[in-house]
Nanobody, 124 residues
Framework: QVQFVESGGGLVQPGESLTLSCTVS????????IGWFRQVPGKEREGVVC???????VNADSVKGRFTTSRDNIKKTVYLQLNSLQPEDTAVYYC??????????????????WGQGTQVTVSS
């Protein structure tokens, strides 16, 4: 059974950092590109960054130079490092993959399985 479990969110002050985790099950992580997305109420889910065999791809200009990914294929976990957080980064963060083209960084429309997400709140 395919599952994505996001964790690591929390309440932080502007300028602080967080590390989110995406732990997967039901497939072999090694071959898959994993996208990180975020969503705020009333808006569509936005692609943020992607972790693939080529490294990190940044999809949102607003996070360039601040967000990066890493992965531990043995632990079946992909990490999202969020640095210099700003209030506009407040959102629920999700991870997902495209099971029809596993090496491709997915768009939100490509993702069939979503986890519960993890809330990141940046506020002073």
């Amino acid at each position: 059974q395919v599952q994505f479990v996001e964790s690591g969110g929390g309440l932080v002050q502007p300028g602080e950092s967080l590390t989110l985790s995406c732990t997967v099950s039901g497939f072999t992580l090694d071959y898959y590109a994993i996208g990180w997305f975020r969503q705020v109420p009333g808006k569509e889910r936005e692609g943020v960054v992607c972790s693939s065999t080529d490294g990190t791809t940044v999809n949102a200009d607003s996070v360039k130079g601040r967000f990066t990914t890493s992965r531990d294929n043995i632990k079946k976990t992909v990490y999202l490092q969020l640095n210099s957080l700003q209030p506009e980064d407040t959102a629920v963060y999700y991870c997902g993959a495209d099971f029809y083209d596993y090496s491709k960084c997915p768009t939100a429309d490509d993702v069939d399985y979503w986890g519960q997400g993890t809330q990141v709140t940046v506020s002073s």
